[in-house]
């Protein structure tokens, strides 16, 4: 494993695993015909190849899968699915459910198909974890090409101090939680990916990187991805009000993403949300006609926003909805950024000492506000 230091942001290049061998879960009695609970024959596949750099071949099918256990992945161990291939939880009424679980492995590759969750058919009206994908205390996870939806809980949830967890190229539509969720772990990159549609319990965010006590996220990227239609907001990143001071999130970047129509619910939310944060980066992002606030920076220091445009923020009569809130903020730089034609004000600053210049602000309904 090769390791860099970028900026910010501490990269590993972790090497592809070395050839093992290659299974069916039809071999060990998977049917995939969406009726049979295919869960044991998948474990006994992955089971048959653990540790050994093998890869568990999943063809074209539904296969049924009890998620009050789920899968639970290997290390050294590759889950491929077909482009048709779906992974589906049978309905039950858990609060804490997974259809995949790693947990405590390292050097895992989850890649292809489709993961789908009991969100529509579940049997209970409690809980908010019924997850798709749940990684815990793991190192070296990679999910990729992917489709994980309608997930009880969150599409994809890390926590756990997991390290070097890569998502690229998935697609969470319509989790009920959460997209994604983050609490805890270091090296942590999702690029290229879509979270849309979330919509069901609070915080129903497209990523939220929300650390509870005593845990910690670090050197986490989230670039090129685009946000969607989600209720709650597209991006939230900082520990709760509760957990200020005991939780935290060092060295975040944003950069490049798009974020659209996010914060349909009540209260409007934020497209992006940086709240107890010092030293974030959020960058060359794209927002458009979001409701409430395009970026928010609440009780941060030394937060970068940068070269990010902002355009029609809807105003719901938020006294401080904006293009860009600065709120209770210290030693930020919020430069370059161009905010123009938002319902509400283009830039509010409350409480602040921020280095705020060679903004390109007009056309706001209710100008700025400092």
Known sequence: MLCLRLGLIGLCLVAPLAAGPIVSVRDYGALGDGVADDTAAIQAAVDAVAGQSGIVDIPDGTYRINAAQGVHLKSQTTLQLAPQATLQAIPNALEHSH?????????????????????????????????????????????????????WGDGIYV??????????????????????????????????????????????????????????????????????????GGLQVGPANADRGQAFVNEFVAEGNIFERNGSSDPPHYAIQILHCEGAVVRNNFLRANRGIGIGIVSCSRVQVLKNQITGTRWTGNKSDAGILISEDTASVVRDNTVLNNEGYGIFMWKSSVDLRKNKVYENAKGNRN
């Not at 198909?113 to 997850?131: K, N, P, S, V």
């Open 99 to 151: 259809i995949l679980r790693v947990r405590d492995v390292e050097q895992v590759r989850i890649t292809g198909g489709i993961l789908e969750g009991d969100r529509d058919h579940h049997l209970g009206q409690t809980g908010e974890w019924g997850h798709g994908i749940d990684i815990r205390h793991s190192k070296e996870v990679t999910v990729e090409k992917l489709t994980v939806r309608r997930c």
């Open 159 to 232: 926590g756990g101090d997991s390290s070097q967890i890569t998502i690229d190229h998935v697609t969470a539509d319509r989790n009920r939680r959460q997209g994604l969720s983050i609490t805890s772990g270091v090296q942590i990159e999702v690029r290229d990916s879509l979270f849309q549609r979330t919509q069901g319990t609070a915080p129903e965010c497209g990523i939220d990187i929300e650390p509870n006590t005593k845990e910690t996220v670090s050197q986490c990227q989230i670039l090129r991805c685009q946000f969607l239609d989600n209720a709650g």
